[in-house]
């Protein structure tokens, strides 16, 4: 078992940045992928971005491309999602996720763990 804890969500304008972390526990962190998805009210769950077990690759969905950046630290068991130039429609509770695959798809199934999320709010 993996367990994941998201924190750094909160409110901010549009045009701000928020950093979020993912904190893991359980298993050895440095065996996962890790992944970000996000969901807004009404919405499905979709990808965020995600990155490979060393850090060496990183994936990201069109709409955050250039905005937000993944990265993590093995040693800290952290993950971490940069997000800049921040705009409403980002508003959503943000999940990370860690999953056994060396590259997992972009889909919710390719994940094994999920952490509880956190809200992100971005006035206009």
């Known amino acids: 078992q993996v367990q994941l804890v998201e924190s750094g969500g909160g409110l901010v304008q549009a045009g701000g940045s928020l950093r979020l972390s993912c904190a893991a526990s359980?298993?050895?962190?440095?065996?996962?992928?890790m992944g970000w998805f996000r969901q807004a009210p009404g919405k499905e769950r979709e990808f965020v971005g995600s990155?490979?077990?060393?850090?060496?690759?990183?994936y990201y969905a069109d709409s955050v491309k250039g905005r937000f950046t993944i990265s993590r630290d093995n040693a800290k068991n952290t993950v971490y999602l940069q997000m800049n130039s921040l705009k409403p429609e980002d508003t959503a509770v943000y999940y990370c996720a860690a999953s056994q695959k060396w590259v997992p798809p972009p889909l919710r199934d390719a994940y094994d763990y999920w952490g509880q999320g956190t809200q992100v709010t971005v006035s206009s």
């Open positions: 359980g298993r050895t962190f440095s065996n996962y992928a």
């Open positions: 990155i490979t077990k060393t850090g060496g690759n990183t």
